[in-house]
């Protein structure tokens, strides 16, 4: 998840009081590089900062505290499944996401930065409790 604030500690707790479980991922430098270091990388802004990745993830104040602390420039992964219960829907296509938002209530919209001025759009679906 890609923030627009430079307070990632706010960003992470707004997302974990939805119910999300959260960690810190890689951000991307002003030049469109992975902040991981690795100039060849090929998850940039993607993969986690963590020594355990999505293993980490909290939902706890503490907890994001102590991940999230210093990492303004990192973006935000969110466990899914169970753990937030939540399915992640990847669309490509603007067109075709807006259909497939007509056709549910459930879909909740999420800009998120994968490179240097490269954005792009994914859903995030509730699981219904039955
Ligand atoms: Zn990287």
Not at 54 to 81: C, H, Q, R, W, Y
């Amino acid at each position: 998840m890609y923030h627009t604030n430079n307070n990632i500690i706010e960003q992470a707790k707004k997302l974990s009081e939805k119910g999300y479980a959260v960690f810190p991922l890689h951000g991307v430098n002003d030049a469109g590089y992975c902040r991981c270091g690795n100039i060849n990388c090929k998850d940039v802004g993607k993969h986690p900062d963590t020594a355990n990745g999505l293993k980490d993830a909290v939902s706890d104040m503490p907890g994001i505290n102590s991940l999230f602390e210093g990492k303004n420039k990192n973006n935000i992964g969110i466990t899914t499944g169970k753990r937030s219960n939540i399915i992640v829907v990847d669309v490509d296509d603007v067109n075709k996401f807006s259909e497939l938002e007509k056709n549910t209530n459930l879909l909740r919209r999420y800009r998120c930065r994968q490179a240097k001025d490269d954005t792009f759009t994914l859903g995030i679906v509730t699981i219904m409790q039955t």
